[in-house]
Structures are given as structure tokens and as C-alpha cells.
């Protein structure tokens, strides 16, 4: 499971595929978005966000959660492609 936690604007211009977003800010009040019987796979554009997020996965939420390293630049720097949210 792919987690994005930028904010949503950043999310709906481009997003990795079958990702969810729940921007950091809101991910303490918003646990129950991320599944807590899958692997949790962090993305920002900024890994020190990610790695807040996956502390916060791990301390609030007890989420097996991992820092992709790199995150969306990464992704992008791959080849990849980032999709837009519908109807953006």
C-alpha cells in the first residue's frame, strides 16, 4: 500500500498509481485512512516528511510503515509516471 503524504494539491496534479493521500498534516486524526494489516509504503517529495510520517504511522497507529527513499522525485527520476486525480 502507497501512501502520499503531500498535500492534497500536490497529490491531485500527480500521484503515483493506486495510491492514497493523506497529507501529514492530517494523518494523526486521519489513521483509520491507512490500512493496519498491509506494509505501508511512505512518499513525499521530501524524505524528512516521510520519515515523520512513518514515526507517526508507528507510534499512533502501530502501522508496519517504510520510507521510500527518494519519493516522488525518485519515482519520477525512474521513468515512471505520476497519474492526475480525475476530473483535474
Same mark, same amino acid.
Given at each position: 500500500? +502507497?501512501? #502520499? *503524504? ?5 497529490? #491531485?496534479?500527480?500521484? +503515483? ?9 492530517? %494523518?494523526?486524526?486521519?489513521? #483509520?485512512?491507512?490500512?493496519? =494489516?498491509?506494509? +505501508?509504503?511512505?512518499?513525499? $517529495?521530501? &524524505? ?13 497507529? #502501530?502501522? &508496519?510503515?517504510? *520510507? ?7 519515482? %519520477? =527520476?525512474?521513468?515512471?509516471? %505520476?497519474?492526475? $486525480?480525475?476530473?483535474?
Amino acid at each position: 500500500m +502507497i501512501v #502520499d *503524504v503531500r498535500p492534497a494539491a500536490g497529490y #491531485d496534479s500527480g500521484h +503515483i498509481p493506486a495510491s492514497i493521500n493523506v497529507p501529514f498534516p492530517e %494523518l494523526i486524526p486521519n489513521m #483509520d485512512m491507512v490500512p493496519e =494489516d498491509k506494509t +505501508i509504503a511512505v512518499v513525499c $517529495t521530501f &524524505d524528512t516528511n516521510s520519515a515523520f510520517a512513518v514515526a507517526a504511522m508507528r507510534i499512533f497507529g #502501530d502501522r &508496519d510503515a517504510w *520510507v521510500v527513499v527518494g519519493g516522488i522525485p525518485a519515482w %519520477l =527520476d525512474a521513468g515512471r509516471e %505520476l497519474v492526475p $486525480t480525475e476530473g483535474m
